[in-house]
């Protein structure tokens, strides 16, 4: 089964301080991982995803098979960062011939000024 | 209007009412979801449709009845529901199947069972 942790429901930081949501998972093949993000009065969208190694609205995330995580990082924080974040799995486990997406909980990170 | 839509944005039904959610994607995409998204809960997964094909039915009670009539249109049918079943229920829409598909969300329908 596919899985994915999420332990801070919630997380506050100050603006220009780093921030970290971590992320970790659980499946048996080679998973491919994503943030996805919900800000205030808007819908849920695609934040970054690992295969693409790229940096968005300065946030970036290691794929760390060793220790089964996904942490999602930003070296100084802004208030319009404030929103809910999901680390989410895409695998084909269970024998489905597609990715099926797993979210975990969601952490809600407020940044304050 | 672009991107994913959903209707009604919120509903509000009794127990035996029968009631549909419709969600449209205008991305021209080939693959629609139905997602639960409960108030202390993970999203959930609840089905899946490619190419108007139902691929997957995750575990969901028969009350809820999914329909996919075109690669546009998603229904969600609801009958004789229970007050567990109060969410917000999102679609979303990929171009494919693959597991490097990005999603698209519409912005839900907030359902309060009575």
């Known amino acids: 089964a596919q899985r994915v942790t999420q332990p801070e429901k919630l997380l506050s930081v100050f603006k220009g301080a780093p921030v970290e949501l971590k992320c970790n998972y659980s499946y048996s093949g080679s998973p491919e991982l994503f943030w996805y993000v919900q800000y205030s009065r808007q819908r849920l969208q695609l934040l970054l995803r690992h295969i693409s190694r790229e940096s968005i609205k300065g946030f970036t995330a290691d794929l760390n098979k060793g220790e089964t995580s996904f942490h999602l990082k930003k070296p100084f924080a802004q208030e319009e960062d404030s929103a809910m974040y999901y680390c989410?799995?895409?695998?084909?486990?269970?024998?489905?011939?597609?990715?099926?997406?797993?979210f975990g909980q969601g952490t809600i990170l407020t940044v304050h000024p | 209007e672009t991107g994913v839509t959903q209707t009604p944005r919120h509903l509000v039904m009794g127990m035996t009412n029968k009631k549909s959610l419709k969600c449209e994607q205008h991305l021209g995409h080939n693959a629609m979801y139905w997602y639960k998204q409960s108030a202390k809960k993970p999203l959930e997964l609840m089905f899946v449709y490619s190419l108007e094909e139902r691929v997957e039915n995750n575990s969901v009670p028969s009350r809820f009845s999914p329909e996919c009539p075109n690669s546009s249109h998603l229904f969600l049918h609801l009958h004789t529901l229970q007050p567990e079943d109060s969410a917000l229920y999102l679609c979303?829409?990929?171009?494919?199947?693959?597991?490097?598909?990005?999603?698209?969300f519409g912005p839900g329908t907030r359902l309060t069972v009575l």
């Open positions: 989410a799995l895409s695998g084909n486990a269970g024998g489905t011939s597609y990715g099926k997406l797993t």
């Open positions: 979303a829409s990929s171009q494919g199947l693959a597991g490097l598909d990005e999603q698209f």
